[in-house]
């Protein structure tokens, strides 16, 4: 059963133009949501994160919207860049007293086109 | 350098052949996390750690054993490797603070990717 629902699977973005993806969760129990950016041959490394007793967090291009009631999340990627090209994995897990269990959305490759 | 290693980095074995992956940080980090990430499935977690000698199942344990005898070290054990274990295998750390900072994050390794014939 997967917890955490990503969408969509792959995305085609023209340079400068907007990325969007969304993820699902199903436990009201999770309190910490990063996102994390995936290059081939990598691991992945975070990227941005949010608790959700905020509904917006934005570093730089980066910005995470939170709507707690509707249990989602979403990731926009502002000027989007071919360097941004990548895999991208958001993730829930409950994070009072540290990490515990994680769970991972299935992933959205991201194209970005000049 | 602050990293993550994993060994091996590439390995090919047969069914029923024990093999165990060696995981080690460098950072002091409390928490230790293995994952396997599959095409269309993500990374799903196996196991994770938040000390030593304190370890917890995630979501896909079935086949996976994990010892955290000292804070540095995470090895993940197949004690009898099946075709469907063939995955490629990411450990993590991070530090553990009290209500986790949100610059937490989870330093990943470089990823040993497994072939089970």
């Known amino acids: 059963q997967q917890q955490v629902k990503q969408s969509p699977q792959s995305l085609i973005v023209q340079k400068g133009g907007i990325s969007i993806i969304n993820c699902a969760y199903e436990?009201?129990?999770?309190?910490?949501f990063p996102w994390y950016q995936q290059f081939p041959g990598k691991g992945p490394a975070l990227l941005i994160a949010?608790?959700?007793?905020?509904s917006e967090k934005k570093e730089g291009r980066f910005t995470i919207s939170f709507n707690k009631s509707a249990k989602q999340f979403s990731l926009h990627i502002m000027d989007s860049q071919p360097g941004d090209s990548a895999t991208y994995f958001c993730?829930?897990?409950?994070?009072?007293?540290?990490?515990?269990?994680?769970?991972f959305g299935t992933g959205t490759k991201l194209q970005v086109i000049p | 350098e602050a990293q993550v290693t994993q060994n091996p980095r590439y390995l090919i074995t047969v069914t029923g052949k024990k093999l165990t992956v060696t995981c080690s940080q460098n950072?002091?980090?409390?928490?230790m996390s293995w994952y396997r990430q599959d095409p269309g499935l993500g990374l799903r977690q196996i196991y994770y750690s938040m000390n030593v000698e304190v370890t917890d199942k995630g979501d896909v344990p079935e086949g996976y054993k994990v010892s955290r005898k000292e804070k540095r070290n995470f090895p993940l054990i197949l004690e009898s490797p099946s075709p469907n274990q063939t995955s490629l295998y990411f450990c993590?750390?991070?530090?553990?603070?009290?209500?986790?900072?949100?610059?937490?994050?989870?330093?990943f390794g470089p990823g040993t990717r497994l072939t089970v014939l």
């Open positions: 436990n009201t129990a999770f309190d910490y």
């Open positions: 993730a829930a897990s409950r994070g009072s007293g540290g990490y515990q269990k994680v769970t």
């Open positions: 950072m002091n980090h409390e928490y």
């Open positions: 949010i608790r959700p007793d905020v």
């Open positions: 993590a750390s991070s530090p553990t603070s009290g209500g986790a900072d949100l610059t937490d994050t989870q330093y």
